[in-house]
């Protein structure tokens, strides 16, 4: 059987090839990778592990700092799949040193320097280098040796190209120029590209080189080039004669022209564009390809600052050799009229002017060849330009094009592809996860050349994560804070970014002056607009997307619909289908922009329109969630969430009347969806701020939603003190009619209280005034809650009527969220009558309907019902995985009386699984909640409760008992709940 082999590639980033052929480049920790790549720079060369240990934690405590590097090197076997045992691994330790077996593995890093020691094969070592050196990771030791290499490529690629002069004076040219493009100020290697080419009859080319260098030294350094490369260029100048004339039509050529290329190489790595990279180059590669069709020219379109231009540079600098050479970059955003388009091309292109038509040179130039033109920044020369494009197209059958652009060309001739922001981390991601996603590599890439001692530890990454959140991935506001990080700590850049444009703003000179502020890049982008400014800064007061019909009431505008695709197409705004149809948004940075640009007479009426056009949403989605379409309008709640909540904050301090009525009418939403923190948080405001003339039903609405709120956060005497707030409301406005609801919430509460006759009382009261009525849906509601009151009575029979009445009621009106809580409790019946089996299926019934509906808080009470059947049937595991997915959502949602019940209910799986103390402390920490929210154990779960308990006191002790009991009694409501994770199906 073959030995298993591993390859390791640093140049350009850290890659390993698996023996079954597999890449890796992602590790479970960035220190992972760095101890993989530093022994893989000195493959077989054993490292001390206290070297080790102290290189990679200084200022760790020595067995800390050991501990921590087995944890990394355990870490690099599970990554690497390495199995073998020490004789045939590929990291083989012992207790003294570490090293990677070279006869298991090597590293393009090793074989560099091996070639370089061997001074033999030169084509080898150009071959090996790809790039920088780990560009990733900023250890001091693998920046030195990055240093070294990038030093050592330049010295190869000269010697090479200086071997190759004799014979292959083309490839000694290419080999040249290459080194120059990797150390652009190094005059000797300009020097030698510019004896080269004047030995193959290019003086002008060679001159260009010059020029090249001469204003790079002047803009980087201030310095003019030495005496000697000066005196030189004055000798090629004096004989220099043009390089290629375009032919005109009497002249036909007589050999074909000799091609070189403007692009440069990318002087950064480029992150996240992988997909993208790909379908370019294969776009763009000579002759048929896969990804082009009948299509020539991709257009990259996406907003500014958005990396369409970096991209290009990348496929135009890998594709110089497939097109020998005829490859261009023309730089368009200093041209405003079309028509100068055909000049600017000829001079990048290099070509000698004559009087001859300027694309007629240009088609004659090319003439049959294969030849790749980027034009970059195209978005305002559309109108015109285009044509321009289209005859080069149709006169150049070998031609392809890159088009970078923020406006959509509308062209039948090219293939877009859309350029969007680099993906930030999400808010729950591990250390692992956040140093690999292309927003962070880009930003510590930049924070690493600004402050080479800039150090991260996971709690700095968690702030990197963030700020790369706060900036959307937006690579241009990415590179301009990683620049800041020579001045700023993460901390202080992070505080910094509540004013993003002041802080967002660079001086780095290889940025275009429209680039160098990302206030001034979208800018750009507005100035281009024609007559429709006003529009785009009225979907400022928009939060998180808006439909068409929004955009119409909002901003006033019955062209809504043409002018959103117009912002669509100079990608000012985004958009998608959805459920309601299109979906238009606007990220983050442009909205802030387009915010500062709305004037504050238009803005007070926008922000004006936009409240009473959210409340009114609000109202009808109310209204029809309680019918047939519950879910349909629950997710449009949920979609326009961040709408809801402008709407809210502004109307509180400038419109309390309609603050008042919008959170009255979303309570309901909060409440099926269990926001009820944010129910709490919003009802509490607009109450508080609600004016005196306000709208006295909206009002009692509003105080009602906030005592359902505070009764589920555990706030029962605040509860209690709104609810009658809300009766007294309704009946000093003589709407004696509406006191239902108010009365139906008081009776659930004071019934899970164990006040089992006031809770009758209040709801019987407030049933008889809904038959008044003849409220169906309330009717139904308000028997379900008296066929759990007559179950915690033992009243089954009752209970029964009581209960499939409402469920029939339910199910013909298609009041889905009450079906759900009428099939949980017709369940919870029939366990009180044994029959387990009728049970489940009851139970499963109402965990689908509740999460079809999304109803979270309903789900997670379901599941601890199931739970409580697969304990009894010995299902422990499934037991198990229910409650903890039960309290992490009762957790979540704020609703911490459902944590206590999941908490219960643990403790008796605790003690079928034979952990009494846990068992214990699960039980105390659930007393302890329900202590202060005054809830006892459900009765109906007591006798399982009771019987449990004891067994579990008779197995501990008295005293080990209490001593557990303490322990979990005084545990704050989260470290209880973290409890669960102690619990083991095998203790």
């Given at each position: 059987m073959p030995q298993p082999y591993w390859r390791i590639r640093m140049f350009g980033g850290l890659r390993v090839t698996l023996p079954d052929g597999q890449e890796v480049t992602r590790f479970e920790t960035r220190k992972a990778g760095s101890l993989l790549a530093t022994l893989a720079l000195d493959m077989g060369r054993s490292r001390d592990r206290n070297e080790l240990a102290d290189l990679f934690w200084p200022g760790d405590e020595p067995e800390l700092s050991r501990n921590s590097l087995r944890q990394a090197l355990a870490s690099i076997r599970r990554t690497i799949h390495d199995d073998g045992h020490e004789g045939n691994a590929f990291v083989q330790t012992d207790r003294i040193q570490v090293r990677l077996n070279p006869a298991l593995g090597t590293s393009d890093a090793f074989e560099f320097s091996q070639v370089l020691r061997a001074d033999s094969d030169l084509h080898a070592a150009v071959s090996l280098y790809g790039g920088p050196l780990l560009p990733e990771m900023a250890e001091d030791h693998i920046a030195a040796r990055r240093d070294y290499f990038a030093e050592q490529n330049v010295v190869t690629r000269l010697k090479l190209a200086a071997h190759l002069a004799d014979g292959n004076l083309p490839a000694a040219i290419d080999c040249a120029i290459g080194a120059v493009a990797f150390d652009p100020l190094r005059e000797e290697s300009t020097l030698l590209v510019m004896e080269l080419l004047a030995r193959a009859g290019r003086a002008p080319d060679a001159l260009r080189h010059y020029r090249n260098l001469e204003n790079k030294l002047k803009a980087e350094l201030n310095i003019e080039p030495s005496e000697i490369v000066q005196v030189f260029a004055r000798k090629l100048a004096s004989k220099a004669r043009p390089r290629i004339v375009a032919h005109t039509a009497a002249e036909a050529p007589t050999q074909r022209p000799t091609f070189e290329s403007n692009a440069t190489i990318p002087l950064t790595p480029i992150f996240g564009r992988d997909a993208e990279l790909a379908f370019l180059m294969d776009f763009s590669t000579p002759g048929e390809s896969a990804s082009t069709g009948a299509a020539r020219v991709a257009t990259l379109r996406g907003p500014g600052g958005i990396g369409k231009t970096r991209l290009a540079q990348e496929v135009a600098w890998r594709q110089r050799e497939a097109y020998s050479g005829a490859v261009w970059f023309v730089q368009l955003a200093e041209v405003r009229k079309p028509a100068e388009i055909p000049s600017r091309t000829i001079e990048s292109l290099g070509i000698q002017p004559t009087s001859e038509d300027e694309a007629t040179q240009i088609v004659r130039y090319l003439s049959d060849s294969d030849a790749l033109i980027v034009f970059d920044n195209f978005e305002q020369l559309v109108v015109g330009g285009t044509d321009i494009l289209q005859r080069l197209v149709e006169r150049l059958p070998k031609l392809r094009m890159l088009v970078t652009t923020r406006e959509r060309l509308n062209v039948g001739f090219d293939k877009e592809v859309t350029i969007g922001p680099l993906a930030p981390p999400a808010a729950d991601s591990e250390d692992g996860d956040i140093a690999d996603q292309p927003s962070v590599r880009l930003f510590l890439d930049r924070a690493h050349q600004a402050n080479a001692d800039l150090q991260l530890t996971p709690d700095t990454l968690l702030v990197v994560a963030r700020i790369c959140r706060h900036l959307e991935g937006i690579p241009l506001a990415l590179v301009i804070a990683g620049s800041r990080a020579q001045t700023l700590s993460l901390d202080e850049m992070l505080e910094a970014l509540d004013d993003r444009f002041g802080l967002l703003s660079s001086e780095h000179r290889d940025l275009p002056e429209r680039q160098r502020t990302l206030r001034e890049s979208i800018r750009w982008s507005y100035q281009l607009l024609p007559d429709f400014k006003s529009f785009f800064t009225k979907l400022s007061v928009f939060r998180g997307g808006w439909t068409q019909a929004a955009a119409e009431a909002v901003c006033d505008e019955p062209e809504s619909p043409k002018l959103l695709e117009h912002l669509r197409d100079r990608s000012l705004i985004t958009s998608e289908h959805g459920p309601d149809g299109s979906r238009f948004g606007m990220l983050e940075t442009v909205r802030e922009f387009a915010a500062e640009e709305l004037p504050p007479n238009d803005a007070l009426e926008a922000n004006w329109r936009h409240a009473e056009y959210f409340a009114g949403l609000a109202h009808l989605a109310h209204e029809e969630a309680l019918g047939g379409q519950q879910s349909k309008w629950l997710d449009t709640l949920s979609r326009e969430a961040d709408n809801m909540r402008a709407a809210l904050a502004w109307s509180i301090e400038n419109a309390g009347h309609i603050a008042i009525e919008l959170a009255a009418w979303l309570w309901f939403h909060w409440n099926v969806r269990g926001s009820q923190r944010e129910a709490h948080h919003w009802l509490s405001l607009a109450v508080e701020h609600a004016p005196a003339d306000c709208n006295r039903a909206a009002?009692?609405?509003?105080?009602?939603?906030?005592?359902?709120?505070?009764?589920?956060?555990?706030?029962?005497?605040?509860?209690?003190?709104?609810?009658?707030?809300?009766?007294?409301?309704?009946?000093?406005?003589?709407?004696?009619?509406?006191?239902?609801?108010?009365?139906?919430?008081?009776?659930?509460?004071?019934?899970?209280?164990?006040?089992?006759?006031?809770g009758r009382k209040h709801l019987?009261?407030?049933?008889?005034?809904?038959v008044d009525k003849e409220d169906k849906r309330m009717i139904a509601m308000v028997r379900a809650n008296l066929g759990e009151l007559s179950i915690l009575e033992r009243n089954l029979e009752e209970a029964k009527e009581h209960l499939e009445a409402a469920l029939l009621i339910n199910r013909d009106i298609g009041n889905r969220v009450w079906q759900g809580h009428n099939l949980d409790a017709l369940g919870t019946l029939a366990l009180a009558k044994g029959d387990k089996e009728t049970a489940a299926r009851l139970f499963e019934e109402s965990l689908s309907v509740r999460d079809e509906i999304g109803d979270r808080s309903g789900g997670a009470y379901s599941r601890g019902q199931l739970?409580?059947?697969?304990?009894?049937?010995?299902?422990?595991?499934?037991?198990?995985?229910?409650?903890?997915?039960?309290?992490?959502?009762?957790?979540?949602?704020?609703?911490?009386?459902?944590?206590?019940?999941?908490?219960?209910?643990?403790?008796?799986?605790?003690?079928?699984?034979?952990?009494?103390?846990?068992?214990?402390?699960?039980?105390?920490?659930?007393?302890?909640?329900?202590?202060?929210?005054?809830?006892?154990?459900?009765?109906?779960?007591?006798?399982?409760?009771?019987?449990?308990?004891?067994?579990?006191?008779?197995?501990?002790?008295?005293?080990?008992?209490?001593?557990?009991?303490?322990?979990?009694?005084?545990?704050?409501?989260?470290?209880?709940?973290?409890?669960?994770?102690?619990?083991?199906?095998?203790?």
């Open positions: 009002l009692g609405r509003a105080f009602h939603g906030l005592g359902v709120s505070s009764r589920f956060l555990g706030d029962t005497d605040a509860a209690r003190e709104v609810l009658l707030r809300s009766i007294e409301i309704y009946e000093d406005a003589g709407e004696s009619e509406r006191l239902g609801n108010p009365l139906n919430s008081l009776g659930i509460m004071e019934y899970n209280q164990g006040n089992l006759s006031e019987e009261r407030s049933l008889a005034i809904f739970a409580d059947v697969a304990v009894d049937e010995g299902r422990y595991e499934e037991a198990l995985g229910l409650l903890q997915e039960a309290v992490r959502t009762h957790a979540d949602i704020g609703k911490i009386g459902g944590a206590a019940e999941s908490l219960l209910r643990a403790g008796v799986l605790a003690a079928q699984l034979e952990d009494p103390p846990l068992a214990c402390k699960l039980w105390a920490a659930s007393e302890s909640i329900r202590e202060n929210l005054r809830s006892p154990v459900p009765p109906l779960y007591r006798d399982r409760y009771e019987t449990a308990r004891a067994e579990v006191e008779s197995a501990l002790g008295k005293d080990e008992f209490h001593k557990a009991w303490e322990a979990g009694r005084h545990l704050p409501a989260d470290a209880a709940i973290a409890l669960l994770s102690e619990l083991r199906l095998n203790p």
